[in-house]
């Protein structure tokens, strides 16, 4: 119960109990989400991996089935690593995986299900020629060589699909083809690398329409669209958007994009992976949110790890970054809704935001601002999160730091704060957000790094918003409508339960009005 399990989420998705890490093979099928994840029967801690499988007719309410596929064959009996899911046609799922065969060699494998009328899809039958792919001798990446994306169809009718990999520190999509989905040739070139960015983990790739927020089909190229390549290394989600020319296979960023530089989370958020929800015709996101506690606490509670809220991804009006939103299902959790009049936070101003549930909540507030002409002058190009670690929410400037004390303890000995904070950076007004869990809890083990993005808005013209998704150890911030997203994991030791308080804060000197605050408890989903 809660007393025992404080941080326990509510409604962020994770199995009964036991060690998670990436999602794998998300996909829509009869109807039915399904979500596979890496998953460690055993244990709180990596190992033992095999694929967990879930099923939700929402996104937001799950059940657990058994693992759909495990060790069993040589090809994979020493571990079930990450992979997708690709609807053949006829709309028959296929699963391709990374294996770690009996050598301790990484190869790729496919699974199907066992009986398509089985709207669950429970029983998954592994391919008999199992490796599909396995690394060769020339390129010294039988470690390196893993985590196969959803495949597509190219226009000569032929299945591509990359698989993430390395040589030296070169970081690489390899690229794989195949007439029939079982043999696979690898292409001469990979479909995109970069240098020193070391192994690409859970690579993805995928089209997104130039206009609108709807989503298609991985298989969709043309006029239409943009492609995102993402890959996970470092810790961290990095993504770019450029043209995919299917007739030569070729991927080009687009200027701005040669490096990898934007992330899809600024905060903990890692091996994620997208998919084409054919239903309410959107590109849904998944990823890996890690604990920021100490292992034996990880052992002590009995799971670790958590998935963060599934998203709705689309490219900005700009072209120039992806929007990522939770899907609007989650808003059916929302209860007791409290709303604060439009209001000025004058400087130094603490306003507690009462009715809600401080620990299961989510929360809207824009903020506009007048003064600009008084923002901080930023003379050096900074990281965010340096900046955001040197200037937290107690340290003063004209505009800001304003924004949301989450997880506060009465009298404020511990809390986590998410706020903005404006500069002005060779004369345009450059917009910080700050995630900053330096005072989330009184147990120092955890790790309690700051984290901060700029976000894209003109507070000339635009409000500056933040969502911030609050769910006992977890804080889900989405700054200006999507542009800039922080994840946090907080273990506070008094801001707990009923005793957690929430407040919107302005520690700068100049006012700011709140336009906008509106606030929910949010019910428990229905999760295992
Ligand atoms: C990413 C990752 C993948 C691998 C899996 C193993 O977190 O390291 O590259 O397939 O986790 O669990």
Redesign the pocket.
């Known amino acids: 119960d809660s007393n025992d399990q404080p941080y326990r989420t509510a409604y962020h998705f994770q199995p009964p109990k036991n060690w998670i890490?990436?999602p794998n093979g998300p996909m829509r099928y009869g109807g039915l989400y399904h979500l596979f994840y890496?998953y460690n029967p055993q244990a709180a801690v990596?190992g033992n991996?095999v694929w967990g499988h879930s099923v939700s007719k929402d996104l937001v309410n799950w059940t657990t089935l058994d693992p759909a596929i495990f060790p069993s064959q040589p090809s994979d009996i020493k571990?079930c690593?990450?992979g997708s899911t690709t609807l053949l046609p006829g709309n028959k799922p296929a699963i391709l995986y990374?294996g770690i065969d009996s050598m301790g060699h990484q190869v790729q494998n496919l699974a199907k299900p066992k009986n398509l009328s089985d709207p669950f899809l429970k029983e998954w039958v592994k391919f008999p020629q199992n490796p599909l792919m396995a690394a060769t001798s020339d390129n010294n990446i039988e470690s390196d060589f893993?985590?196969p994306t959803t495949a597509w169809l190219g226009q000569d009718g032929h299945w591509r699909v990359l698989v993430?990999s390395k040589r030296r520190t070169r970081g690489m999509a390899l690229l794989y083809r195949s007439k029939d989905f079982v043999n696979w040739v690898q292409a001469k070139h990979p479909l995109y690398s970069t240098k020193d960015s070391g192994m690409w983990?859970?690579p993805d790739f995928f089209p997104v329409l130039k206009n609108g927020q709807l989503g298609v089909d991985t298989s969709v190229n043309g006029d239409h669209v943009r492609h995102v390549l993402k890959a996970?290394m470092k810790s961290q989600d990095y993504y770019m958007i450029g043209s995919y020319n299917a007739a030569k296979d070729v991927f080009l960023p687009d200027k701005g994009f040669d490096e990898f530089v934007s992330r899809y989370d600024y905060g903990k958020y890692?091996?994620s992976k997208s998919f084409f929800d054919d239903g309410k015709k959107r590109r849904v996101l998944f990823g890996?949110v890690d604990e920021s506690s100490i292992e034996a606490d990880d052992i002590k509670k009995g799971w670790s790890g958590i998935i963060g809220i599934p998203r709705a991804m689309w490219v900005h009006d700009s072209g120039k970054q992806l929007v990522q939103w939770p899907v609007v299902e989650i808003e059916e959790l929302r209860t007791n809704p409290v709303n604060l009049p439009p209001q000025v936070l004058k400087g130094g101003q603490l306003l507690q935001i009462n009715g809600v549930t401080a620990t299961q909540a989510d929360v809207e507030i824009s903020f506009e601002v007048s003064k600009l002409i008084e923002a901080e002058v930023l003379d050096n190009w900074t990281d965010p999160k340096i900046l955001c670690s040197q200037k937290g929410s107690s340290i003063k400037s004209e505009l800001g730091p304003f924004g949301l004390l989450v997880f506060a303890s009465e009298g404020l000995q511990e809390f986590t704060s998410v706020f903005f904070r404006i500069f002005k950076y060779q004369n345009k007004n450059l917009v910080l957000l700050c995630s900053d869990q330096s005072r989330s809890s009184l147990n120092k083990n955890n790790d309690l790094t700051t984290y901060g993005a700029f976000v894209d808005v003109e507070p000339l013209h635009e409000k500056l918003s933040l969502r911030t998704l609050i769910d006992h150890s977890v804080v889900e911030s989405f700054g200006g409508e999507g542009r800039a997203c922080i994840t946090a994991r907080v273990y506070p030791t008094l801001a707990i339960n009923d005793k957690a308080q929430l407040y919107a804060f302005n520690n700068g000197t100049s006012d700011v009005n709140i336009t906008r605050l509106s606030a929910w408890s949010m019910k428990k989903a229905q999760i295992n």
Do not use: M, P
Request: charged share 20%; glycine share 12%.
């Open positions: 890490n990436d890496q990596w991996i571990g690593w990450s990374t893993r985590d993430g983990e859970c996970s890692y091996a890996w």
